[in-house]
Each structure stands twice: as structure tokens, then as C-alpha cells.
């Protein structure tokens, strides 16, 4: 079977596809992956097929973030999404038999999918259904179960509003009728890639929506630590890592603010620069770029990151305290998480971070077990877990090809 994956966004938006897509081929299918340019090498060489989607992720975040409010980021994405829609369909017409897709290009690839005569089915990174156990990520505060519910049906009517041009296009590319808002059908197969250990299935949540443990990226094909990494992990007791992935903050003085908290708490560092373009200076400071974190994190006493999925999922796969530093989108939703399931102080949004507060999130880290002891203990459940068989099983089980998906705008049972 021809299976085409369907991502945008950051590189934690791609990587975790990588290692589905290559179990999926192990298991006799052809995997693509669409995703943008900037992600074609991360893609073919996991060994799957790139296809391209148009722009560029780091200019959209930096946009977006720098927008002066809520209304102005939505019109900057909003902006971003009749060129994406085209992308997706121009995918999906190169020869797909099966439509994986991720939450955020959803809607355009069940459309484009159910246009084209082609099955689908979501693989979501973070919950992506409403449900009365939990406000939805992205979602401010937390509140009653009907609060959540309501709030879960809420989000998919101003998704529906946002994708609403992009949506329209399409269907008349494809003299597809106006469907009745950009949310799935009950019926609609959806599959999350984080543990039950973290993030348990709601009771609530339709029989065709699954939680299945994590998908891990798969490993770089020779890679090997740079000398001097090894040469400074050696050179010390472990020391914590600082990162903030995708986020490209506009916020004066970060630098200054590691370099502090660092000396204040009085640990060794690996920073990672990121798109942030974090510079930081100090005698027991080590600046690097790309290094896996399956390899990185687990030789780290803590890790200071911004709560995206895939690096949360990291931290806890290596078993190691976190400091989570939330920006956006789903990323208090996880920091939050990470807090209550006990493996991390309380999180410090980027926009209110001080050295004071870093130093001693640090601290609270190191010098808690609990929070060790509650991370090893969660380690060892998530790495006894398979996720990617759940979706293979799920291929294998189609047999004859599904059903195409609806277009419906059906929210989740009362």
C-alpha cells in the first residue's frame, strides 16, 4: 500500500513520522512524507519519500510569534493556509492509497483525501478531540468537565472559521459541496502518539479515537557525537540541557538569562542554539546544535526545554527531571502535564522567565528525588510501550481500502 504522511510545522511536527513511516515500511508498505523543503533531508534519510509542502516553518513561527495579538497571529496563519491546502492535494495526487495526517494540515487533507477518493485517517501528536477530561491544548485554564467539553467544541468551531477560506478553495477545486466545518465525523479513525501514561484515553472520546504510546524519530544514519560533547560530558558531574527548539522568541536578554541562571544554580550546560539562536558564554557551558535527544538527554541531570510534543516526549523517555518554558500553542498543555504527573516544578512561561526563577527551577530538579524518582518510574512504562504497532495493525487490518472519510463537522459524544 502507498501510504502518504501529511505534517507541517516545526521539526518536531516531522520527526516523530520518521520512525512510524520507516515501521510502516518494515511492515511491506511504500511510506511518503509530506512536509516542507526544509525537512526533505530529515525525511530521505530515514529512507522515505519527501514530498514538498510549501513554506517555510521558521518564518511562519517568527511571524506569528512576533504578532502583536491573537487576531494578527490567526491572520497570519490563516494567510498560510490556502497555500498549504494546495500543497497537500498536490501530494496526495503523486499516488497514495492511505492518508495518514497530523492535526494542524487536517482538515485540508481529509477534504483533499475524501475529493480524491482516498481514505484516511489522523495521527495526532496532542490530543485533538474534545472530551470532559481535559480543557483542550491551547486552551487557557482548565475548568469543569462541561467547561472542557464545551471548550474542545469551541476550538474546533474557530479552527473551522480559520481554515474556512482555505476549505472553500479546495472544494471548488474539487466540486466538493461546502462541508459543515472543518472538525472529523465520530467515525473518522484517529490515532495519538503519546503514552496512556501520560495523557490517559477519555472514557469520552469515540471508539474510533485511540491513544497509542509514543512514535519515535528514527535514528540519523551515522551519526556520532561531535568530540568535544563527549570530551565536556567527561569533564564533570552530568550537566542539564537548555533548549527551545522551534520557538523563535523575540524576547531581549534570553541570552543573558541562561548564562545567569547557569551560574546561579551551579550546574554544568549543553545549550542548544535552535531557532532561537541562542549565543550563551560561560566556563561550564558548551554551545551545540543539532544532537539527538535519544542519545543527549538521558546523560543530562535535567532538561530546560519549551514543552513541544516531541521534546517532551524525549525527556520522558530518558527519564529525567524537566523545567518546562512554554511559548505557544500546545505547549503549556504539556508543561502542565509535566508538572502534575510530578517530573517537573511548576512551568515558567518564556515571556515571564528571569534567572531567579530558571536557577531555581533548576535547583528544585536536582535536589528533589521525587522528581528523578517519578521520572525514572514513568521512563520505564513508556519505553515498554509500541506505538507505532498500533497503526501498522491498523493498516494491515484494512483489508479492502477504507471507506473515504466524511467531511462532517461531528464533535464528540455527550
Excluded: K
Excluded at 496563519?77 to 492535526?103: I, K, Y
Excluded at 495526532?124 to 464545551?150: C, E, H, I, K
Excluded at 533548576?362 to 518510574?377: F, M, Q
Aim: glycine share 12%; hydrophobic share 45%.
Amino acid at each position: 500500500m502507498r501510504i502518504l504522511v501529511v505534517t507541517a510545522g516545526s521539526r518536531g511536527d516531522v520527526a516523530p513520522y520518521t520512525g512510524l513511516g520507516q515501521r510502516l515500511q518494515r511492515a511491506g508498505h511504500r511510506v511518503a512524507v509530506a512536509a516542507h523543503d526544509r525537512f526533505a533531508g530529515l525525511v530521505r534519510e530515514s529512507g522515505l519519500e519527501h514530498r514538498p509542502l510549501p513554506g517555510d516553518p521558521v518564518e511562519l513561527t517568527r511571524a506569528r510569534t512576533a504578532a502583536p495579538g491573537p487576531q494578527a497571529a490567526r491572520s497570519v496563519f490563516a494567510a498560510f493556509l490556502d497555500e498549504l491546502g494546495e500543497g497537500v492535494l498536490a501530494a496526495m495526487a503523486a499516488g497514495t492509497d492511505l492518508v495518514l495526517t497530523a492535526s494542524g494540515p487536517a482538515p485540508l487533507s481529509r477534504l483533499a483525501a475524501r475529493g480524491l477518493g482516498i481514505p484516511s485517517a489522523g495521527v495526532y501528536l496532542a490530543p485533538g478531540v474534545p472530551t470532559r477530561a481535559f480543557p483542550p491544548p491551547g486552551w487557557p485554564g482548565t475548568g469543569s468537565s462541561a467547561d472542557n467539553l464545551a471548550a474542545g467544541r469551541e476550538l474546533l468551531t474557530r479552527s473551522g472559521s480559520l481554515y474556512a477560506g482555505a476549505l472553500r478553495h479546495l472544494q471548488v477545486r474539487l466540486g466538493l459541496p461546502a462541508a459543515p466545518g472543518a472538525g472529523p465525523p465520530d467515525d473518522w479513525p484517529v490515532f495519538h502518539g503519546f503514552s496512556p501514561a501520560v495523557v490517559p484515553r477519555p472514557a469520552d472520546w469515540p471508539a474510533s479515537v485511540h491513544v497509542t504510546g509514543y512514535w519515535w524519530p528514527a535514528a540519523p544514519p551515522g551519526w556520532r557525537p561531535p568530540e568535544v560533547l563527549t570530551d565536556f560530558l567527561a569533564a564533570g558531574p552530568p550537566p542539564v540541557f537548555i533548549g527551545f527548539g522551534s520557538m523563535t522568541p523575540e524576547r531581549e536578554g534570553l541570552d543573558e538569562v541562561v548564562a545567569a541562571a547557569v551560574a546561579r544554580a551551579g550546574v554544568r550546560a549543553v545549550v542548544q542554539a535552535g531557532w532561537a539562536g541562542l549565543r550563551v558564554a560561560g566556563g561550564d557551558i558548551l554551545m551545540v546544535g543539532e544532537v539527538p535527544h535519544e542519545w543527549l538527554f538521558p546523560r543530562t541531570a535535567a532538561v530546560v526545554h519549551h514543552a513541544g510534543a516531541g521534546t517532551t516526549a524525549a525527556g520522558l523517555r530518558a527519564g529525567v527531571p524537566a523545567v518546562p518554558v512554554p511559548v505557544l500553542v500546545d505547549q503549556p498543555f504539556w508543561a502542565d502535564r509535566l508538572h502534575r504527573l510530578g517530573v517537573a516544578p511548576e512551568p515558567l512561561p518564556l515571556a515571564e522567565l528571569t534567572a531567579d526563577a530558571l536557577a531555581g527551577a533548576l535547583r528544585s530538579c536536582l535536589d528533589r528525588p521525587e522528581h528523578r524518582d517519578r521520572a525514572t518510574e514513568l521512563a520505564r512504562r513508556i519505553r515498554a510501550e509500541d506505538g507505532a504497532a498500533a497503526v501498522v495493525s491498523f493498516v494491515e487490518r484494512l483489508g479492502a481500502p477504507l471507506p473515504p472519510a466524511g467531511a462532517g463537522g461531528g464533535d464528540a459524544p455527550d
